[in-house]
């Protein structure tokens, strides 16, 4: 079996100003106060999380990872040279987004598994309360040879739940996915598909919905979500905003072809708040501007695929 997994990493920053981007609550002068030891130390947490990520079930690391909130090239190339992945054989896909705050999403990949044929970002057109434009992250395609077998990823990072005018950004981003979707099976009619990402919006959403609806997929994570679990936690509460969303032809068995086997929220105790009021929860790298030095506010999602051998 195979790792393919979606990270949302907490505002994976270096610490030298972008004129071009709002960067500068990440910077060392900052309030924050983000110094290159406190970088390093959260390259480090995210290998570290990063490489154990379904180890348990497959002895190791993800061949996939989707990435949100990164800044850059550079903090990809200082991850990959992070000391729990330097070892191992990944490269990443990445392209600077028009977002406000200069996060992007991103695809790290374990070049003896996944043979990247085409990658392409896709940006969204979306206006704001005044009809002046509103930029907000790249859709990321990448299209390879997974083990073999054509497949293509989707890697989002949806406008944020915080401001409820953002519930129909949301909605026109999801129907950008379909758009996407459509001209993959138009090329390529069954075309194996996942799409991947923290979509800030539980599984019931009307923008999940009509993602799913409108192309037959079929969303794993939707029985993982209860009152006590998920990816991400809030006002002590928990959703499941980091999501996959599967093509159909992952539930076939066919010889040589990947199905589904299961998926699941990666929250092993290392990854959260071990004590306090806030225990249990994603032990993350800031409060607001307090550095708790911890990993990310969200936990990691995987999922597991099985290449079938025979009958």
């Known amino acids: 079996m195979k790792t393919v997994s979606f990270f949302n990493v907490e505002n994976l920053f270096d610490t030298f100003n972008d004129p071009h981007t709002n960067d500068d609550d990440f ?3 900052s309030d924050k106060r983000w110094t290159e030891k406190r970088y390093e130390n959260k390259l480090f947490k995210l290998g570290l999380a990063i490489s154990s990520i379904g180890k348990m079930e497959t002895e190791t690391h993800p061949a996939i990872v989707g990435l949100a909130e990164i800044e850059n090239n550079t903090v990809l190339t200082n991850l990959l ?3 729990h992945l330097n070892d191992l054989p990944y490269d ?3 392209f600077d987004s028009s977002d406000e705050r200069g996060i992007d999403v991103a695809l790290i990949y374990d070049t003896t598994v996944f043979t990247v044929i085409h990658s392409e970002p896709f940006s969204i057109q979306l206006f704001d309360e005044y009809g002046s434009q509103d930029y907000t992250r790249d859709i990321l395609l990448v299209s390879g040879l997974f083990d073999g077998e ?3 990823f989707l890697v989002n990072h949806w406008p944020s739940k915080h401001e409820a005018s953002n519930a129909g950004k949301r909605l026109i981003v999801s129907n950008k996915v379909s758009q996407i979707i459509t001209g993959l099976n138009d090329n390529n009619p ?5 799409v991947m990402g923290d979509f800030n919006d539980d599984s019931d959403s009307k923008g999940i919905q009509t993602l ?3 192309n037959a997929l079929f969303n794993p994570m939707e029985t993982l979500k209860s009152t006590d679990r998920g990816s991400v936690s809030y006002r002590e509460g928990w959703d499941l905003f980091d999501q996959f969303m599967l093509s159909h032809n992952f539930l076939e068995h066919k ?3 990947h199905k589904f086997d299961s998926a699941d929220i990666f929250d092993a105790d290392f990854l959260k708040q071990y004590r306090g009021h ?3 929860q994603p032990f993350r790298t800031y409060a607001g501007n307090k550095y708790k030095g911890g990993y990310s506010d969200h936990f990691p999602v995987y999922l597991l695929l099985r290449k079938i051998t025979g009958f």
């Open 27 to 29: 910077l060392p002068t």
């Open 81 to 83: 040279e992070s000391e």
């Open 92 to 94: 990443y896909v990445h």
């Open 150 to 152: 054509p497949m293509h």
């Open 190 to 194: 069954g075309s194996k598909i996942i």
């Open 212 to 214: 799913v609806n409108n």
């Open 255 to 257: 010889a040589g072809h």
């Open 278 to 280: 806030y225990a249990g």
